[in-house]
Protein backbone atom coordinates (compact mmCIF):
# COMPACT_ATOMS: atom_id res chain seq x y z
CA UNK A 1 0.00 0.00 0.00
CA UNK A 2 1.70 3.51 -1.11
CA UNK A 3 2.19 5.85 2.27
CA UNK A 4 1.36 9.43 1.02
CA UNK A 5 3.02 12.51 2.89
CA UNK A 6 0.06 15.09 4.44
CA UNK A 7 0.83 18.48 6.58
CA UNK A 8 0.41 16.00 9.70
CA UNK A 9 2.75 13.41 8.61
CA UNK A 10 4.84 15.38 6.43
CA UNK A 11 9.03 13.76 7.28
CA UNK A 12 10.43 17.14 7.61
CA UNK A 13 14.13 17.10 7.66
CA UNK A 14 15.55 20.88 7.76
CA UNK A 15 13.66 23.88 7.80
CA UNK A 16 14.68 27.51 7.83
CA UNK A 17 12.99 31.01 6.56
CA UNK A 18 14.65 29.87 3.28
CA UNK A 19 14.41 26.17 2.28
CA UNK A 20 12.66 23.54 3.38
CA UNK A 21 14.03 19.79 3.14
CA UNK A 22 11.63 17.01 3.52
CA UNK A 23 12.01 12.77 3.15
CA UNK A 24 9.93 11.67 0.01
CA UNK A 25 7.40 8.63 0.34
CA UNK A 26 6.65 6.24 -2.40
CA UNK A 27 3.23 7.44 -2.98
CA UNK A 28 4.44 11.46 -2.93
CA UNK A 29 4.23 13.42 -6.85
CA UNK A 30 6.86 16.35 -6.25
CA UNK A 31 4.91 18.28 -8.83
CA UNK A 32 1.46 18.23 -10.20
CA UNK A 33 0.43 16.17 -13.49
CA UNK A 34 -1.64 14.14 -15.75
CA UNK A 35 -2.87 12.29 -12.44
CA UNK A 36 -4.56 15.10 -10.79
CA UNK A 37 -3.27 14.19 -7.89
CA UNK A 38 -2.14 16.93 -4.91
CA UNK A 39 2.04 17.05 -5.37
CA UNK A 40 4.09 17.40 -2.73
CA UNK A 41 4.40 20.82 -2.82
CA UNK A 42 1.21 21.42 -1.90
CA UNK A 43 0.85 19.58 0.98
CA UNK A 44 4.45 21.12 2.20
CA UNK A 45 2.57 24.31 1.57
CA UNK A 46 -0.45 23.50 3.75
CA UNK A 47 1.82 22.59 6.44
CA UNK A 48 3.33 26.33 6.36
CA UNK A 49 0.45 27.52 6.11
CA UNK A 50 -1.18 25.85 9.30
CA UNK A 51 2.02 25.59 11.57
CA UNK A 52 2.85 29.34 10.75
CA UNK A 53 -0.67 30.52 10.47
CA UNK A 54 -0.01 32.16 7.35
CA UNK A 55 -2.90 34.31 5.51
CA UNK A 56 -3.22 34.16 2.01
CA UNK A 57 -0.96 32.13 -0.44
CA UNK A 58 1.94 30.38 0.69
CA UNK A 59 5.53 31.11 -1.45
CA UNK A 60 7.28 27.77 -2.30
CA UNK A 61 9.46 27.18 -5.23
CA UNK A 62 10.40 23.84 -6.25
CA UNK A 63 13.72 23.38 -6.86
CA UNK A 64 14.44 19.54 -8.58
CA UNK A 65 12.09 16.58 -8.29
CA UNK A 66 12.07 12.64 -7.68
CA UNK A 67 10.65 10.18 -9.64
CA UNK A 68 6.97 9.63 -8.04
CA UNK A 69 8.09 5.41 -7.29
CA UNK A 70 11.16 7.25 -5.99
CA UNK A 71 12.05 7.95 -1.91
CA UNK A 72 13.99 10.46 0.03
CA UNK A 73 15.61 14.11 -0.06
CA UNK A 74 13.22 16.72 -2.10
CA UNK A 75 14.43 20.47 -1.39
CA UNK A 76 12.56 23.60 -1.66
CA UNK A 77 12.87 27.23 -1.68
CA UNK A 78 10.61 28.96 0.82
CA UNK A 79 11.55 32.68 -1.00
CA UNK A 80 12.06 34.19 -3.72
CA UNK A 81 15.13 35.35 -2.44
CA UNK A 82 16.36 31.56 -2.31
CA UNK A 83 14.79 29.93 -5.24
CA UNK A 84 16.71 31.39 -8.79
CA UNK A 85 19.94 30.90 -5.84
CA UNK A 86 19.09 26.83 -5.47
CA UNK A 87 18.61 26.86 -9.28
CA UNK A 88 21.84 27.81 -10.25
CA UNK A 89 23.14 25.51 -7.76
CA UNK A 90 22.10 22.65 -8.88
CA UNK A 91 22.11 23.96 -12.79
CA UNK A 92 25.86 24.41 -11.93
CA UNK A 93 25.96 21.38 -10.26
CA UNK A 94 27.66 22.56 -6.99
CA UNK A 95 25.43 20.34 -5.08
CA UNK A 96 26.15 16.66 -3.82
CA UNK A 97 23.62 14.22 -4.45
CA UNK A 98 23.90 10.70 -3.16
CA UNK A 99 21.84 7.72 -3.40
CA UNK A 100 21.08 4.25 -2.84
CA UNK A 101 19.94 1.68 -4.53
CA UNK A 102 18.82 -1.89 -4.00
CA UNK A 103 19.79 -4.34 -6.69
CA UNK A 104 19.69 -8.37 -7.24
CA UNK A 105 22.32 -8.90 -9.73
CA UNK A 106 25.98 -8.02 -8.39
CA UNK A 107 27.01 -5.66 -11.14
CA UNK A 108 30.81 -7.22 -12.35
CA UNK A 109 32.67 -4.33 -10.13
CA UNK A 110 32.47 -3.59 -6.72
CA UNK A 111 33.43 -0.01 -7.60
CA UNK A 112 32.57 1.75 -11.18
CA UNK A 113 32.31 5.22 -13.02
CA UNK A 114 29.27 4.26 -15.89
CA UNK A 115 29.16 6.59 -18.84
CA UNK A 116 25.96 6.39 -20.89
CA UNK A 117 24.23 8.01 -23.55
CA UNK A 118 20.74 8.34 -22.93
CA UNK A 119 17.46 9.04 -25.10
CA UNK A 120 14.52 9.78 -23.66
CA UNK A 121 11.49 8.00 -25.12
CA UNK A 122 8.14 10.66 -24.04
CA UNK A 123 6.03 8.22 -25.25
CA UNK A 124 6.66 5.41 -23.03
CA UNK A 125 8.26 8.03 -20.23
CA UNK A 126 11.53 6.13 -20.41
CA UNK A 127 15.14 6.61 -20.63
CA UNK A 128 17.31 3.93 -23.17
CA UNK A 129 21.14 3.53 -22.21
CA UNK A 130 23.70 3.53 -25.26
CA UNK A 131 27.10 2.77 -25.16
CA UNK A 132 27.56 5.15 -27.97
CA UNK A 133 26.12 8.41 -29.09
CA UNK A 134 22.91 8.40 -30.83
CA UNK A 135 21.16 11.04 -31.73
CA UNK A 136 19.27 13.35 -29.93
CA UNK A 137 20.96 10.87 -26.93
CA UNK A 138 22.70 13.18 -23.76
CA UNK A 139 25.94 11.95 -21.66
CA UNK A 140 25.19 10.78 -18.64
CA UNK A 141 27.80 9.60 -16.21
CA UNK A 142 27.87 8.77 -12.75
CA UNK A 143 29.58 6.26 -10.64
CA UNK A 144 28.88 3.57 -7.81
CA UNK A 145 30.13 1.54 -4.78
CA UNK A 146 28.46 -1.91 -3.26
CA UNK A 147 28.17 -0.80 0.66
CA UNK A 148 26.66 -4.03 1.20
CA UNK A 149 25.45 -7.39 0.67
CA UNK A 150 21.87 -8.67 1.86
CA UNK A 151 20.88 -12.25 1.49
CA UNK A 152 18.92 -11.97 -2.18
CA UNK A 153 20.52 -8.39 -2.83
CA UNK A 154 23.41 -5.80 -2.98
CA UNK A 155 23.06 -1.85 -1.58
CA UNK A 156 24.96 0.12 -3.93
CA UNK A 157 25.65 4.16 -2.94
CA UNK A 158 25.46 6.32 -6.14
CA UNK A 159 26.54 9.92 -6.93
CA UNK A 160 25.74 11.72 -10.20
CA UNK A 161 27.80 13.48 -12.24
CA UNK A 162 24.92 14.75 -14.24
CA UNK A 163 21.05 15.09 -13.99
CA UNK A 164 19.14 13.12 -16.89
CA UNK A 165 15.87 11.67 -16.79
CA UNK A 166 15.65 8.29 -15.03
CA UNK A 167 19.50 7.92 -15.13
CA UNK A 168 20.23 5.58 -12.12
CA UNK A 169 17.59 3.31 -12.92
CA UNK A 170 18.44 3.34 -16.97
CA UNK A 171 22.13 3.34 -16.13
CA UNK A 172 22.28 0.51 -13.79
CA UNK A 173 19.70 -1.48 -15.99
CA UNK A 174 22.02 -1.21 -18.62
CA UNK A 175 24.88 -2.74 -16.42
CA UNK A 176 22.47 -5.93 -15.85
CA UNK A 177 21.76 -4.72 -12.32
CA UNK A 178 17.92 -3.07 -12.25
CA UNK A 179 16.50 -1.46 -8.91
CA UNK A 180 14.34 -3.62 -7.20
CA UNK A 181 10.55 -3.40 -8.11
CA UNK A 182 11.54 -1.31 -10.98
CA UNK A 183 9.43 -2.96 -13.81
CA UNK A 184 10.18 -0.43 -16.48
CA UNK A 185 13.41 -0.97 -16.39
CA UNK A 186 14.02 -4.76 -16.56
CA UNK A 187 13.15 -6.23 -12.35
CA UNK A 188 10.99 -9.05 -12.46
CA UNK A 189 8.74 -8.18 -10.25
CA UNK A 190 6.75 -5.00 -8.46
CA UNK A 191 7.01 -3.99 -5.00
CA UNK A 192 3.74 -4.47 -2.97
CA UNK A 193 3.42 -0.56 -2.36
CA UNK A 194 4.49 0.65 -6.30
CA UNK A 195 7.46 1.93 -5.23
CA UNK A 196 11.34 0.79 -6.50
CA UNK A 197 14.28 0.88 -4.26
CA UNK A 198 16.25 3.83 -5.00
CA UNK A 199 16.50 6.46 -2.12
CA UNK A 200 17.86 9.81 -2.45
CA UNK A 201 20.31 9.24 0.61
CA UNK A 202 21.91 12.94 1.12
CA UNK A 203 21.87 16.06 0.01
CA UNK A 204 25.85 18.07 -0.03
CA UNK A 205 25.39 22.12 -1.00
CA UNK A 206 25.75 25.39 0.37
CA UNK A 207 22.88 27.36 1.82
CA UNK A 208 21.63 30.08 -0.95
CA UNK A 209 21.03 32.82 2.00
CA UNK A 210 23.04 32.25 4.98
CA UNK A 211 25.90 30.30 2.85
CA UNK A 212 26.22 27.67 5.52
CA UNK A 213 27.53 24.37 4.24
CA UNK A 214 24.62 22.22 4.92
CA UNK A 215 24.05 18.18 4.55
CA UNK A 216 21.07 16.61 4.81
CA UNK A 217 20.69 12.96 4.87
CA UNK A 218 17.23 11.27 4.95
CA UNK A 219 16.30 8.15 6.48
CA UNK A 220 15.43 5.22 4.44
CA UNK A 221 11.72 3.31 4.40
CA UNK A 222 10.42 1.92 6.66
CA UNK A 223 10.23 -2.07 5.08
CA UNK A 224 12.41 -5.03 6.09
CA UNK A 225 15.12 -4.81 3.14
CA UNK A 226 15.61 -0.80 3.90
CA UNK A 227 15.60 -1.61 7.44
CA UNK A 228 18.35 -4.22 7.29
CA UNK A 229 20.46 -1.90 5.55
Known amino acids: MKIVSTKDNLDVLYEDNHIIVVNKRVGDIVQGDKTGDKPLSD????????????PGNVYLGVVHRLD???????????TSKALPRLNDLFKNRETQKTYWAVVKNKPEKETDTL???????EKSN???????EVPNSKKASLDYTIIKALNNYYVLEVNLHTGRHHQI????SAIGSPIKGDL??????????????????????????????????????NDTIWQSV
Open 43 to 54: VVKEYLKEKYNK
Open 68 to 78: RPTTGIVLFAR
Open 115 to 121: VHYLKRN
Open 126 to 132: TSRAHVK
Open 169 to 172: RSQL
Open 184 to 221: KYGFDRSNPDGGIHLHARKLEFIHPVTKEHLVITAPVP
